[in-house]
């Protein structure tokens, strides 16, 4: 008896715990949304912390005409879409090369993959400006494409050579000895496999893209 309610003033005291954790991280979004409808008087001086005393929704038709926001939302979109697609594609095939083949130079390719976590974006900052003039992909969409592309490589194909690497290759054996190729083993046994590690990819590159853009 004392032991269940022991456990039952932990489970809890766990909960208060993770109701405080929860208020503490929502309130800074209520707080943005309460500002949304506030004018400067009530935001500067009359109550910075409160709700707003007078619904203003002229502030979002005014952001809305004034600053482009389709615009802008729309270029966000279309980057975190092309970054989600092209990073799944390259990581998913070079993490199978590395993972179920045996080739020259493997290890040495994975170990080069994996340099690119430890790389500061300050070192890097100079060389893609130049990249990005050589290619003539100035003040186009492609100029923020491709280089969130080659930042979030690194950590997918970590994520995906890990999975890979768990699945039994007699899986391969036996699709091999009924004729299968190597893009079949890939596209029917390899890929469907590891969706899940496919769909961890794609969020964390998802949130990393669209929360930098």
């Known amino acids: 008896m004392k032991h269940h309610k022991r456990l039952s003033v932990g489970s809890l005291l766990f909960k208060v715990i993770l109701y405080v954790y929860a208020v503490v991280n929502l309130y800074p979004l209520i707080w943005m949304l309460f500002y949304s409808f506030k004018d400067n008087l009530e935001i500067f001086a009359t109550n910075p912390f409160g709700p707003p005393t007078v619904l203003h929704y002229e502030n979002y038709v005014k952001a809305w005409n004034t600053f482009n926001l389709p615009t802008y939302f729309m270029n966000s979109v279309k980057v975190t879409?092309?970054?989600?697609?092209?990073?799944?594609?390259f990581a998913t095939m070079?993490?199978?090369?590395?993972?179920?083949?045996?080739?020259?130079?493997?290890?040495?390719?994975?170990?080069?993959?994996?340099?690119?976590?430890?790389?500061?974006?300050?070192?890097?900052?100079?060389?893609?400006?130049?990249?990005?003039?050589?290619?003539?992909?100035n003040n186009t969409l492609w100029a923020v494409i491709v280089p969130y592309t080659a930042f979030n490589l690194s950590f997918s194909i970590?994520?995906?050579?890990?999975?890979?690497?768990?699945?039994?290759?007699?899986?391969?054996?036996?699709?091999?000895?009924?004729?299968?190729?190597?893009?079949?083993?890939?596209?029917?046994?390899?890929?469907?496999?590891?969706?899940?590690?496919?769909?961890?990819?794609?969020?964390?590159?998802?949130?990393?893209?669209?929360?930098?853009?």
């Not at 879409?81 to 594609?89: C, E, L, P, S």
């Not at 300050?122 to 003039?133: D, F, K, W």
């Not at 596209?187 to 929360?211: D, E, G, Q, Y």
């Open 94 to 137: 070079f993490a199978y090369a590395t993972a179920r083949m045996r080739f020259k130079g493997q290890g040495f390719l994975r170990m080069l993959t994996l340099i690119g976590l430890f790389l500061p974006l300050q070192c890097i900052m100079i060389p893609i400006a130049v990249l990005v003039r050589d290619l003539h992909i």
């Open 158 to 213: 970590m994520v995906l050579y890990g999975y890979m690497r768990s699945l039994p290759f007699e899986l391969e054996e036996s699709a091999c000895l009924d004729g299968a190729s190597i893009w079949t083993c890939f596209l029917r046994i390899i890929v469907p496999n590891v969706k899940s590690a496919i769909a961890t990819v794609a969020i964390f590159v998802f949130m990393s893209v669209w929360n930098e853009y």
């Open 81 to 89: 879409v092309a970054v989600i697609v092209f990073v799944v594609v």
